[in-house]
């Protein structure tokens, strides 16, 4: 039966094996797809957006449901689990397509976003400013099958090992009551 009341968020953080693999853990996320969103060209395929030449960010695209998680704790965990101060970059990945991103369904969605991002920054837990970039969702294009659910199918991976678990690491820390 499917739930009438789920949400639908698009966010960016770098790469989207990391977003994605941080979400699917949380209680109320029922489905995360990665792919791509924010560019100017249909249906890219990973090729092209690498190149940082068809506007796309890497993302995930997530389904919830609010009565179980809100899109404030969802974007607690996205701002948490990346540097939101690093212009086109997530570590050692460069780019525009590892840029960090909100892309918003709605007027609530953009202004639980935009108040978050000025209480962060004003709260200075950050030592530079955020420059995520908080912009209407306009279309999502999936991924490649490959690209879905990668941490699970690929935990051995040195990439997974060294950027990914650190990630999951900390969110089974800073939120085990919001976890599966």
């Not at 506007?55 to 974007?75: C, K, M, R, T, W």
């Not at 202004?111 to 200075?124: I, Y």
Request: with cysteine; glycine share 6%.
């Amino acid at each position: 039966m499917e739930n009438k009341n789920m949400q639908i968020a698009t966010l960016g953080a770098g790469c989207f094996w990391c977003i994605d693999t941080v979400l699917r853990q949380l209680k109320g996320v029922e489905k995360v797809v990665s792919g791509f969103s924010g560019g100017n060209i249909k249906n890219p395929a990973y090729r092209e957006v690498v190149t940082g030449r068809t506007g796309h960010a890497e993302v995930a695209q997530i389904n919830f449901d609010p009565a179980v998680i809100s899109y404030e704790e969802i974007l607690e965990v996205f701002w948490q689990t990346h540097d939101p101060t690093t212009l086109n970059r997530q570590g050692a990945d460069v780019g525009t397509h590892y840029r960090s991103i909100i892309l918003y369904h709605n007027d609530q969605q953009k202004a639980v976003a935009e108040k978050m991002k000025h209480q962060l920054d004003e709260s200075g837990i950050f030592d530079a400013p955020i420059v995520t970039e908080i912009k209407p969702f306009e279309a999502f294009y999936p991924a490649e099958d490959y690209h879905q659910d990668f941490y699970k199918y690929n935990q051995e991976q040195p990439y997974c090992s060294f950027v990914i678990k650190p990630k999951v690491n900390k969110v089974k820390r800073l939120f085990a009551d919001k976890l599966k």
